[in-house]
């Protein structure tokens, strides 16, 4: 029987009169690790937004079940201002809220985790630079490691390998399979093909509205790319307007 983490139920997603993403329809099965694909502008990081609550559906919804699940997201690091002043061991620590309480200080567990995460993603030693010395593989490691402390039911992660080296990589790939095998619902935008079809069994491919949505090797066939690939990323402003629920 299918054990949904999240149903898509006729989700339209968009920023005021331009709908970014039309009629969702699907489920997002609990323990899957699903790669979301297509071109700039097909609503990919929009979808990852509304499943981490900070946008509201035009129309449609997503049920999560009886019970709301906790939801790590990792943003792209260019929506990250890296010029304020704080430490690793800082934002680490603001990963930990749910446990320390939002105006709590951090137990000598909480420290320990820090620590274990840090270890996790090979950077022991880094607690005290702040995120402006960082490059951008050693700042994707934070936020994994960020996202290793949420402890999660759902890992949403919008395009966490953009311009990092291939060693790197290969270590956030580490981690996510861990996940997957304990369990973790995982979504992750990517914009590597060849990435999706080595590691993720399930694929998303997404222009605005569903192209193809299941077993990898069965959605990114040159028909179903060729499809996405023939959205125009501009707005059409004749467009109709997906009704409001």
């Not at 970014?20 to 979301?36: K, N, P, Q, W, Y």
């Not at 290793?148 to 949403?156: K, N, P």
């Not at 619902?185 to 069994?201: M, N």
Request: proline share 5%; charged share 20%; hydrophobic share 45%.
């Amino acid at each position: 029987m299918s054990d949904p983490a999240i149903c898509c139920a006729d989700v339209t997603l968009g920023y005021g009169p331009h709908p970014a993403v039309h009629h969702l329809d699907g489920d997002i099965e609990r323990g899957s690790l699903t790669a979301i694909l297509g071109p700039n502008g097909a609503g990919k990081s929009t979808l990852l937004k509304a499943i981490a609550g900070e946008l509201k559906p035009i129309a449609g919804h997503f049920d999560f079940g009886a019970r709301k699940p906790r939801i790590s997201y990792l943003p792209q690091i260019a929506e990250i201002d890296r010029s304020f002043p704080l430490t690793v061991f800082e934002l680490l620590g603001l990963g930990l809220w749910r446990k320390a309480g939002l105006f709590g200080g951090l137990s000598q567990d909480n420290r320990n985790a820090i620590e274990q995460a840090l270890n996790a993603v090979g950077l022991v030693g880094f607690e005290k630079r702040t995120l402006d010395t960082l490059s951008g593989g050693q700042m994707s490691r934070v936020l994994f490691a960020r996202v290793m402390l949420q402890d999660a039911e759902i890992v949403l992660l919008d395009e966490p390998f953009a311009a990092i080296d291939t060693r790197t990589v290969a270590d956030l790939m580490g981690l996510i399979a861990h996940w997957h095998a304990e369990g973790r619902t995982i979504l992750a935008v990517l914009h590597d093909e060849a990435l999706a079809r080595a590691h993720f069994p399930t694929t998303l491919l997404l222009a605005r509205e569903t192209i193809a949505w299941g077993p990898t090797s069965e959605v990114l066939t040159e028909n179903n790319l060729r499809a996405a690939r023939r959205m125009v990323e501009a707005h059409d402003p004749h467009a109709p307007i997906c009704e409001v629920a």
